[in-house]
């Protein structure tokens, strides 16, 4: 039974740099209180001056990833000034998450609704459990989900989102990764092997080209196609002069293993 002094979020390091947040509010279905907004904007910026973290994998305690905004909460001090707070909060948080200089993954169970749906396409990567389910629901309570309708559309195809935007129906986790919302979908007691592999396989590659091209994979998307490329192709130049890449190079010309200090 959590009390009022349990933490709202759990944060685990291991020895590689990989950070586990796990959202700790099972009770309420891990909403997104004004609370715990705070909390997680100041781990994120924590990470991002962090030059060890490698990676950020974003979990829940309990039955449900996350159920959205806290709507007790909102309901008891309606202003717009007070909303217009909130969403700004939230809007800087999720903007957190995609410029972190480390590849974030939701390790998605249970219901991701609302703003805990845009949570999930907030994150670089997903992996649900099978029986995880997900909607933008605020439409049912006369309350569109505009906030996240800016996530969702940059994930799944513009009348996907909007279907699901002014239904507010759920669509599970096979649905989800066919409409590019996640990555992987597995039994629930295969997904923590599941994100670890996922893990793995990204933190055997050295820190640095992974930072930059995660900056370039969101910058050029915003911006025509040939500024894109430009940005692209300077990028491409300045990674190539990096030790990790000229090493990574000599190696393939060598056949060998490239010898990288990744941390």
């Not at 907030?122 to 309350?143: E, I, K, Q, T, Y």
Request: aromatic share 6%; glycine share 6%.
């Amino acid at each position: 039974m959590l009390t009022t002094d349990d933490p709202l979020l759990l944060r685990t390091q291991d020895a590689r740099g990989v950070i586990t947040l796990a959202l700790n509010r099972p009770q309420a279905f891990n909403a997104l209180s004004e609370a715990m907004l705070t909390a997680l904007q100041a781990e994120l910026d924590a990470i991002a001056q962090d030059g060890g973290a490698r990676l950020l994998i974003l979990k829940a305690a309990g039955k449900a990833f996350c159920a959205g905004h806290d709507l007790k909460e909102m309901r008891a001090e309606p202003s717009q000034a007070y909303y217009e707070t909130l969403f700004a909060q939230c809007g800087r948080m999720m903007m957190a998450i995609q410029r972190l200089p480390v590849p974030v993954i939701a390790q998605v169970q249970g219901i991701a609704t609302a703003a805990g749906c845009q949570l999930v396409a907030m994150c670089d990567l997903a992996v649900a459990a099978s029986d995880a389910r997900f909607a933008v629901s605020g439409v049912n309570l006369g309350l569109f989900c505009a906030t996240p309708s800016v996530a969702l559309s940059r994930n799944l195809g513009r009348k996907q989102a909007f279907e699901m935007l002014v239904t507010g129906a759920f669509i599970s986790a096979d649905e989800a990764k066919a409409r590019g919302l996640v990555n992987r979908v597995v039994p629930p007691d295969q997904v923590d092997a599941e994100v670890e592999a996922l893990v793995a396989a990204i933190v055997a590659k050295p820190r640095l080209p992974i930072a930059m091209g995660k900056a370039l994979f969101y910058r050029q998307l915003e911006v025509g196609i040939e500024a894109a490329y430009a940005d692209a192709g300077e990028t491409m130049a300045c990674n190539m002069m990096d030790h990790s890449a000229l090493e990574g190079v000599q190696a393939f010309i060598d056949k060998r293993k490239p010898d990288w200090n990744l941390r």
